[in-house]
């Protein structure tokens, strides 16, 4: 049956700070209907684990993924549709700081999924589409919305309803990705850089400059800045902007615990 198959890998790193989710479907990584549900099975179980701090998206095979499985999608029911795009992209619902490593193809519901999490690293092969047009339809799992966020509206209707592919180092230049790296190696080099920093931080930080971020974001300026100005306020009362200070002023490495 076409809407089964594939895998996403769930392996732990960094004394179980990181969790590692792996796509696995051979060399394009066609995400079936199946993955989608095991991506937000994978985020349940991370966002219950209080020790898991940081969240790295990677992919096996030659490309991070070339799109959703077609053929499957013809078998779905079309009220199935309803909620769709609320598992595939859980990384945005997460209280963790995800990263996402993408070498060549990330097209449709893989770019999807990509737009989802925090921090993009790209190589300079990748390449970013959502090709939707082609096939009489239109992005359905926050591409239309997330796109044009992060490229601007002239941008996205462009690449949307052309289905233009969008290069490396064009995605760069726009901050479709916050780095582009020469190749895989330097791409894994780069996320476990990325992750390192990210240990050092406060989780409880972390957790709410990104809720303040993708709230803020769709708010009014002052709404925003007010959001901002509360939560600054609920942190200058943690345990960890205490240790965050005492270790400034004795010159030493703080040790947060995220509370």
């Known amino acids: 049956m076409a809407l089964t198959g594939g895998e996403i890998r769930l392996d732990r790193g ?12 051979g060399k394009f990584n066609v995400i079936t209907w199946e993955t989608r549900q095991v991506m937000a099975e994978r985020f349940a179980e991370i966002d219950a684990d209080d020790k898991v701090r940081v969240v790295v998206v990677q992919a096996e095979g030659e490309h991070f993924s070339s799109g959703g499985d077609i053929q499957g999608f013809m078998e779905v029911d079309p009220v199935d549709f309803t909620d769709l795009g609320q598992n595939i992209t859980a990384a945005s619902r997460s209280p963790k700081p995800v990263i996402c490593a993408v070498d060549g193809y990330c097209f449709g519901v893989g770019l999807e999924l990509a737009l989802s999490t925090d921090i993009r690293v790209a190589t300079a092969r990748s390449e970013f589409a959502l090709p939707e047009m082609r096939l009489g339809m239109i992005p359905g799992s ?4 997330r796109l044009a966020r992060l ?10 309803m052309t289905a233009t592919r969008i290069k490396a180092a064009q995605a760069g230049d726009w901050g479709l990705v916050a780095a582009v790296v020469d190749d895989r190696a330097a791409l894994e080099a780069e996320v476990e850089r990325i992750v390192g920093v990210l240990l050092g931080f406060s989780p409880l930080a972390a957790r709410t400059a ?19 100005r509360k939560a ?18 004795e010159k030493r490495p703080p040790e947060f615990q995220g509370r």
Do not use: C, N, W
């Open 14 to 25: 960094h004394d179980g700070r990181v969790a590692y989710l792996t796509l696995s479907h």
């Open 142 to 145: 926050g591409g239309t919305q």
């Open 151 to 160: 490229i601007g509206l002239s941008r996205a209707k462009y690449h949307v």
């Open 210 to 228: 990104k809720e303040v971020l993708d709230k803020g974001i769709d708010a009014p300026l002052y709404s925003g800045i007010e959001l901002e």
């Open 232 to 249: 600054y306020a609920m942190l200058r009362s943690s345990k960890d902007f205490a240790e965050g200070v005492s270790a400034f002023l």
